[in-house]
């Protein structure tokens, strides 16, 4: 129900979860997704406050839930205090200095503001500590990309899809940048099928996976709330 829309649905039954699972940490964060959705919809500040706080409970449960600090930290940029959005990732990386994801979701957070060359800096050390990180490898190709240098964000991509192929999302890039190479130069690499794409097969737009799946979320599967 989240993933077609239908936010106050899945509201329902993820209260329904909170009260057979109060013990559940996903719970409250796709509780807290849901509320950042419907809040940002009806630009109701009541709701976006307890999504606040939805997150908040998610972090007190798993300090080192992924998405949820990715969730928190557009909510932040959401509300008009992206400041804060920074901070609370830098802390996370702070607390956690060998841990790889908290450079990653900083790096993302500064492509969302189109700051590539500080968001590059953080993929690279986050690569530096975990090579084989498929999330790293796909921010990095959205970088590449958003650099212009098409051909290295799809070796990153695909670098990234070597690692995890369950990424439509990654698949649709590759497909999308080959697209565009083939229209600009046809006898480009954008004629070689996709890896693991079969014919007619649809994919998701978006970049990264989405919150209120059916089964329980977590940090070591990494869906994450995009933007």
Not at 24 to 31: G, V
Not at 153 to 161: D, F, K
């Amino acid at each position: 129900m989240f993933q077609q829309g239908r936010y106050a649905e899945a509201l329902q039954y993820f209260e329904q979860a909170k009260v057979s699972d109060p013990a559940n940490p996903d719970t409250y964060y796709n509780l807290a997704s849901t509320y950042h959705k419907l809040g940002v919809a009806a630009k109701d500040p009541k709701m976006i406050d307890n999504a606040e706080r939805m997150y908040n409970t998610c972090l007190e449960m798993s300090p080192n839930h992924v998405d949820c600090y990715r969730g928190l930290s557009i909510l932040l940029v959401d509300k008009g205090q992206p400041d804060k959005g920074f901070t609370l990732l830098k802390d996370w990386a702070m607390k956690n200095p060998g841990l790889s994801d908290p450079r990653i979701e900083l790096a993302k957070l500064h492509q969302e503001f189109n700051q590539n060359k500080v968001a590059e800096q953080y993929l690279n050390e986050a690569l530096a500590m975990d090579p084989n990180n498929p999330r790293a490898w796909a921010a990095k190709g959205r970088s590449r990309e958003a650099s212009g240098d098409l051909m290295m964000a799809i070796q990153n991509y695909e670098q990234s899809l070597a690692l995890n192929a369950a990424q439509p999302e990654v698949y649709q890039r590759v497909g999308a940048l080959k697209v565009r190479l083939s229209q600009a130069a046809p006898t480009n690499i954008a004629s070689q099928p996709v890896p693991g794409m079969q014919p007619g097969t649809s994919m998701q737009p978006g970049f990264g996976t989405q919150p209120g799946v059916g089964a329980p979320t977590s940090p070591n599967t990494q869906p994450t709330t995009t933007r």
